[in-house]
C-alpha cells in the first residue's frame, strides 16, 4: 500500500467498505487536491454515499486509511475527529435540514456552537448564504413548508454555514429542474474560485460532471472495485476500462474504440 | 387497449403440442387481463422449439409475463425470440437486457429449530446489553451536563417541557377525576355494609397519592410523550438530521436525549401533584353525592394522608419520568430508517415505558414494605 500523497487535501489509500460481511468496494485508493471538485460517480447503488459516509467519519473502513492534508483521519477517536469535522462542510441527499427549525435558525445553529458571534450577525450571515442559494426572503419558512429543491439548497447553505474548507455534497442536482441545476454548477465553481474550497460530490448527473468536475473516481459495480480516478473528460475518452468510457459516453460507443 | 372489446372477442390460448422431441407452442387469442388463458396440451417446463403466433391478437402484459416465466425457466442465455411478431419481441428483448442478478436475491429465509432459538437468544442478550448501555450514557450524559461539558438548545428544552408538561394538564385532569370517582364510589360499596362510608375519604386519599395518581400519569406519559419522544428522533433519524447533527461536531446524545429525560423528570412530579390533587376532588363530589360533606371528608383525609405519604408518588414519579424518557428516546435513536421502522420503534418505546414504570413501581412496593412507610 502506497504511502499518502503529502500535497493532497485528502488521500484515501486502500479503502475496503463492508456492511457486515457484505463487501461493496474493496481497495479504493484516490487523492483529492486542494480546490479540487471531486465527483465521486458510478451506476445506482454502487456505494457512492457510502463512500461520503467514510470520509466524513459516519462509518468506520473495514480496511484502509483515510488522510486529511496527510494526517490518519481514520485511526482518530471521536474526540480527535472534532478538529477535523470542523472543516467539513455536508450535504445529505434529502437535504436532512432539522425540521423543528426554520430555515434560517438551520443554518443559525453551527455558527451558535461554533463561533462568538452576535445574535445579529448570525441572521445576516443565514440570511446572505439562504440568498446565495437563491432562497432569498424564505428565512422564516419551515423545512416542510417549502419543496424538495430547496430543502437541497437550503440543506447546502447550511453546509457552507462556517465557510469550510471541504464540502461534501451527496447528489446536489439529483431532482432539480435543469435551470435550478445550472445554477447549482455556477455556485459550485464560483464558490471554489471565490473561497478555495474543495468540493466532494457524489453525482451520476453527466452534464453536472463534465461542466464542473476536474477529478473524480468511478466506482465500478461489476468488479466491487474503483473503475478510475481522474480528470473525467480524460477517462471518458482514454480510460482503460470499458466500463468507465461506456457510463461517461451514456452507453455510447467509446471514444477509445473509434480511435482505434 | 380496450379490455371490454377484448372480453367479447376469442378467448386466450396456448396449446402445447410435442412430438419427434420438439415441443410447439401456437398462441392465439386476445391475451388481455380479465381472460383467464386456456391451456392444453403438455406444458413443458422451459422454452418451446417452435412458437406459432398467426391467430395471436391483441395482447396486454399478461402475454409477455408468461412467455418471461417460460423463459427463466429454460435459462438459456440466447433464446430464440425470432418467431415472435414485432411488438412482443420489442418487449421481450427489453424484459431480457439486464440480465438477472443472481445474489440481488434476498436470503431472507425463515429460520428454524434451534437456530431459531439461537437468534432468539442472542437478540434478548443484545438488547439487556443495549438498555444498559443506553442508561449509562444517559447517566454519564447528565453528569457531563453538570460539569458544564454537555449542551443543548434552550429554546427547544421549553417547547418539549410545554408539550409534556402543560400540553398534558388536559388528559390528566380528565383521567385523575374519573380514577378518584371510581375509588371512591368502590369503596363506599364495601364500607357502607360495615356503616364505615366516612373512611371512603382516607381509602382515596391513600389510594390516588401513593398509588393511582403517579401510576395513571406515569401510562397517559408513556403513551402520550413517550411515544412522541420515539417517533420525533426516529423520523430524524430516517431523515439523516441526527448525522447531519453529529457533521457539525453535536453530540446528538445531548441534543436530542438529554433535553428529553430532564423536561419530563421535571414535568411528571408536578403531573402527579396536578393528578393526586384531582383525583381527591373526584372523590370529593362521589362522597358529598352519598352525604359526606366535603368538610368532613378533607379532615377525614388529613388523618391518615400526611406530607410522608404525599411525597412517596411524587419521589415515584422522578424515576418513572426518567424511565419513560429513555425507554422513548432509546427507541427512536435505535430506530431503523423506514416510515415501518419508526412505527415499530414507537410501539416498542411504549411497550418498554409502560412495562419499566410497572417493574419499578413494584420495587418501591417492596422497599417500602421493607422500610414500614
Redesign the interface.
Known sequence: MSEPDPNAKISVRGLTMAYGSFVVMEDLSFDVMEKDIFVIMGGSGCGKSTLM?HM???KEPAKGEIYYEGEDFTAKDAAGR?SF??K?G?M???G?????MTLSENIA??LE??TDLSAGEIRDLAAYKLALVGLSGYEDYYPAQVSGGMNKRAGIA?AMALDPEILFLDEPGAGLDPLSSRRLDELILRLRDSLGSTFVIVTHELASIFAIANNSIFLDTDTRKQGGTGDPKELRDQSDNEAVRVFLNRGESSGKEKES | MKSDQAAASAPPRAVWEGSQGQTTLTLSGEWMRGNVPEMTGDEVSGWPDVIRTDDLGKFDSMLPAYLFRKLRESEEAEPRLSELPDNLRGLMELALKVPERSDAKSDNEEPHGLRRMGIASRAAWNSIVSVLAFVGDSVVAVLRFFTGRARF?GR?FW?IMQDCGAGALPIVSLISFLIGMILAFVGNVQLANFGASLYVADLVGIAMVREMGVMMTAIIMSGRTGAAFAAHIG??NA???I????????NPFDYLVLPRIFALVLMLPLLTIYSNIIGILGGMLVAAGVGIPPQLFWTELLTTVDLTQASLGVFKSVFFGAAIAIAGCMQGMNSGTSSAAVGQATTRAVVAAITSVIILDSAFAVIFTILDI
Open positions: 459516509r466524513i467519519g459516519l472534532l469535522i470542523r467539513f455536508v445529505y441527499q434529502s436532512a435540514l432539522w425540521s423543528s445553529m453551527p456552537e461554533h447550511r | 438548545r427547544e417547547s423520523s430524524m431523515n439523516q438530521e448525522d447531519a447533527l453529529k457533521t457539525f461536531g453535536f
